[in-house]
């Protein structure tokens, strides 16, 4: 929420080669809304403003915003989407939710259809597209949107996306391309993140995910979760691939 330290920092990222720097007005977590940061600030639209006036020509590159529809109800996004207006944005991206949902609840598809007719930014739809089906219904309703995030479903089913690119839904080898998913996953990890346990603890909270697209897989995942070493986890996962994994063909596709 600080627009002067935002600015050294996009200002640094722009050095760096990022060019375009998102302020995330979304972030739900008490621990941060608390601090009227994330959804926090939504409520608070003279603010938004203020810092919008500092930030954005002070900034190198572009800027995009991820927001939900309010902190505790739809209002906060539909007062501040004129203001928006006002600026140059890159593109406004909106998880259909409010803060005090968190991920649970329905998103609200009507209130986003409102704010999608007040902005006249580019706006990315992002909440619930957990199949094929959701982007064509969702696609199907708001046609003017042609961008569209999807969050939690691609670690759940890293397939999704191609799948939705493609129209073709039928490959084989899913569990074996997961695996290869897997280990690149882990190896990247451990290439940048410091000391085992923090490596293990980034790889099970993956499993949160990656087990909803197996069948029956509750015992591995808990023999997952109590592994205390890296050798342990890749010895119980690498049985998993090879014995017991079965891709949930109805409930991903
Ligand atoms: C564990 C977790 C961490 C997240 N971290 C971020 C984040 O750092 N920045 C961000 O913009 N959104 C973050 N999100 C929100 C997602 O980008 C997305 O808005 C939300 O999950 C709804 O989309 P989905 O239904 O496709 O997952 C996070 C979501 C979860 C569940």
Known sequence: KSAKDFIVLANCLFDMGYHTINWNLGC?????TKKMRGSGLL????RI????DEVVPAMKG???IKTRLGQKNSEDLLRLAPILNQYPLEEVIIHPRTGLQMYEGNVDLEGFETCLSILRHPVVYNGDIRSAGDFRALSGRFENVDRWMIGRWS????FLPGVI????????????RLKHFHDALYE???AVLSGPSHLLNRMKAQWNYFSLSFRDCGKTVKKIRKAGSPGH??????RFFETEAVWEEEKND
């Open 28 to 32: 739900p977590h008490p621990q941060v």
């Open 43 to 46: 409520p608070h639209t003279e």
């Open 49 to 52: 403003q203020a810092f919008l």
């Open 62 to 64: 572009k800027l995009s």
């Open 155 to 158: 670690l759940v089913n890293p």
């Open 165 to 176: 690119k493609t129209g073709l839904n039928k490959e084989d080898n899913r569990v074996e």
């Open 188 to 190: 990247q990890y451990a």
């Open 233 to 238: 986890y890749l010895e119980v996962v690498s």
